[in-house]
């Protein structure tokens, strides 16, 4: 059975640093494209990031420059770096499976991980 | 830039149909996914490829894409289906959500 669990959010001042974490089970992460989407309390889901099978990553443009997508093969777990935090980054971060690979459509997620930017 | 819009709620009776549309103007040439959240839940997805369900995703869950407009119908509405649903699709390497749509069954 597939499963991804989030873990390392919490509460962070403007301008620090937080790294997310999504442990996977039921699968290997390095034959996906997975995807991390956050969604800000109140709104929509967002996305921000997803790594390729092969290595290859992408950002949207409100986070490209201050969030690094990346993965440990020998964990089966993928991470997002994520600096230079600011308020607006405040949301739930799930973790995705995209079975679709560049159909991009995802069938599994995470449970959410809240990270809150504030002073 | 590209975007994707829904209605921001649609309404339905229990045992009728709701219809929650999607549009943008390239979705004619990639697939559109839907996912259902409710409250305090992570979303679940109920349609890839325009028109394929997941397997424990009800019969009554149906997707369409034409043109520039893809369309989630739930037929037979019921109380549980009420929740908000996303449409999504990709532009190149970009992964783009729409808005949402809440769904009341009432």
């Known amino acids: 059975e597939v499963h991804l669990v989030e873990s390392g959010g919490g509460l962070v001042q403007p301008g620090g640093s937080l790294r997310l974490s999504c442990a996977a089970s039921?699968?290997?992460?390095?034959?996906?494209?997975m995807t991390w989407v956050r969604q800000a309390p109140g709104k929509g889901l967002e996305w921000v990031s997803t790594i390729y099978g092969g290595g290859d990553t992408y950002y949207a443009d409100s986070v490209k420059g201050r969030f690094t997508i990346s993965r440990d093969n020998s964990k089966n777990t993928v991470y997002l770096q994520m600096d230079s935090l600011r308020v607006e980054d405040t949301a739930v971060y799930y973790c995705?499976?995209?079975?679709?690979?560049?159909?991009?459509?995802?069938?599994?997620w995470g449970q959410g991980a809240l990270v809150t930017v504030s002073s | 830039s590209y975007e994707l819009t829904q209605p921001p709620s649609v309404s339905v009776s229990p045992g009728q149909t709701a219809s929650i549309t999607c549009s943008g103007e390239k979705l004619g040439d990639t697939y559109a996914s839907w996912y259902q959240q409710k409250p305090g839940q992570s979303p679940v997805l109920v349609i890839y490829?325009?028109?394929e369900r997941p397997s424990g995703i009800p019969e009554r869950f149906s997707g369409s894409n034409s043109g520039n407009t893809a369309t989630l119908t739930i037929s037979v509405a019921q109380a549980m289906d009420e929740a908000d649903y996303y449409c999504?699709?990709?532009?190149?390497?970009?992964?783009?959500f729409g808005r949402g749509t809440q769904l009341t069954v009432l």
């Open positions: 999504q699709t990709w532009n190149d390497t970009t992964v783009l």
């Open positions: 995705a499976r995209d079975s679709g690979g560049r159909y991009y459509y995802f069938d599994n």
């Open positions: 490829q325009d028109t």
């Open positions: 039921g699968f290997t992460v390095s034959s996906n494209y």
